[in-house]
């Protein structure tokens, strides 16, 4: 049974640039949240999607955005990086059904020079 | 806003010292209670849940009771061993407005020495 899995693992990017994260859920999972972890933090959730949809978000900019697939796989995009988005981005799989456990991916480092 | 304060950190133990990590939520109504695990590179792993009041999650030797007077869900092992040696995320699920989103402590760093 396939778990949550990221791609890629690492990245690279400048201040300005653009970049997209691409997440794939467990099996039999229809919903995907994102959350951002700085370095020594807890993760923040960015938002959820469920049914092609962003069905809630939490506290981050416009340049955050994202997409849902109908495989139920998942990117997300953040424009004009700044150095501050410099995280671990984590994505995580649910069942509509059973929002509250959420199970999650090994994350994709973004690094913003 | 709902949150989640998780004890101080770093925690240094000898292997087979009794761990306690203490963990308190606020939130409007009774959220469900998470700890996840991360090891050194990984993602978050789920590691126990409880959805309501005196429930008590427990896997892999470890336990948390959730304690609703308290508002409270401190984790709890007997025999720490130094895989155990990681970052322990409290988190809380209340729903509502805040649905689909998980809210987490900042972390404790736990190390175990043999």
């Known amino acids: 049974d396939a778990g949550v899995t990221q791609s890629p693992t690492h990245l690279i990017k400048t201040r300005g640039q653009q970049v997209t994260l691409r997440c794939s859920p467990k099996s039999g999972h229809d919903t995907v949240s994102w959350y951002q972890q700085a370095l020594g933090q807890g993760p923040q959730f960015i938002f959820q999607y469920y049914e092609e949809e962003e069905r809630q978000r939490g506290n981050f900019p416009d340049r955050f955005s994202g997409h849902q697939f109908p495989n139920y796989s998942s990117e997300l995009n953040v424009n004009a990086l700044l150095l501050g988005d410099s995280a671990l981005y984590l994505c995580a799989s649910s069942f509509g059904g059973s929002m509250e456990t959420q199970y999650f991916g090994p994350g994709t480092r973004l690094l913003v020079l | 806003g709902d949150s989640v304060t998780q004890m101080e950190g770093p925690v240094t133990l000898s292997e087979e010292a009794f761990l306690t990590i203490n963990c308190t939520y606020t939130?409007?109504?009774?959220?469900?209670l998470f700890w996840y695990v991360q090891y050194p590179g990984e993602g978050l792993q789920l590691l126990l849940k409880a959805t309501k009041a005196d429930d008590k999650g427990s896997n892999k030797g470890f336990e948390a009771t959730y304690r609703k007077e308290t508002t409270s869900f401190h984790l709890e092992k007997g025999s720490v061993q130094v895989s155990d040696s990681a970052v322990y995320f409290c988190a809380s699920y209340a729903g509502g407005t805040s649905y689909g989103k998980l809210t987490f402590g900042q972390g404790t760093i736990l190390t175990v020495h043999p």
């Open positions: 939130a409007t109504g009774y959220p469900s």
